[in-house]
């Protein structure tokens, strides 16, 4: 009767941790419309890579917390979104993979997620590189954001419309944590 009021172990957040599931769609259109519908409604989820296991095409799956399954689905109907699986994570195997990874090179980081990648001077702030990806608006968002200092560059959501600007997004949210916090 008293187990309200029981201690918390170190071990509960870690259980916490495991009651997640990935949300698998047909195609990265979907996982961003999906992302959007869920995020706007209070969510907390995040969009992720998925794991080998559960592979289908589609670079991208949406982690969420398994006790929200039903509410989730649910929404996701009301905007004619399916997932094609629902796996819950179950085990290390299942995990869904970081989108971002970061490489110093001198004075220099990179922040990659996806195909996409920003290079960024660390000493002066200043974007030295856009590449990767193969979207046909890959070379506009170079222009645009190259030799910009990193809070006056603007964001990939708002100039570009492909999978690469969506990409892109995340590696520059990523590299301005790392280098304006």
């Not at 990265?28 to 419309?33: A, D």
């Not at 209070?42 to 399954?69: A, H, K, Q, T, Y």
């Not at 997620?113 to 002066?124: G, L, P, S, Y």
């Not at 645009?144 to 600007?165: E, F, N, W």
Request: glycine share 4%.
């Amino acid at each position: 009767m008293f187990n309200f009021f029981k201690k918390k172990t170190k071990s509960e957040p870690e259980m916490v941790k495991q009651d997640r599931g990935i949300l698998v769609f047909a195609n990265t259109s979907e996982v961003i419309k999906a992302e959007n519908a869920l995020k706007n409604a209070g969510w907390e989820i995040r969009v992720m890579g998925p794991p080998p296991e559960i592979r289908s095409g589609c670079d991208l799956v949406i982690e969420f917390p398994l006790i929200e399954e039903m509410s989730i689905v649910r929404r996701l109907s009301e905007i004619n979104l399916k997932p094609t699986q629902i796996v819950p994570v179950t085990s290390v195997l299942l995990e869904p993979v970081s989108l971002c990874q970061e490489k110093e090179f001198g004075k220099y980081i990179m922040v990659r997620a996806a195909n996409m990648k920003i290079t960024v001077d660390r000493e002066t702030l200043l974007i030295v590189n856009i590449s990767g990806g193969g979207c046909p608006d890959v070379p506009y968002l170079a222009e645009q954001m190259v030799s910009k200092h990193l809070s006056d560059a603007p964001q990939p959501r708002d100039i570009g419309y492909t999978l690469c600007a969506y990409a892109l997004q995340i590696a520059y949210e990523r590299v301005k944590e790392i280098c304006l916090a």
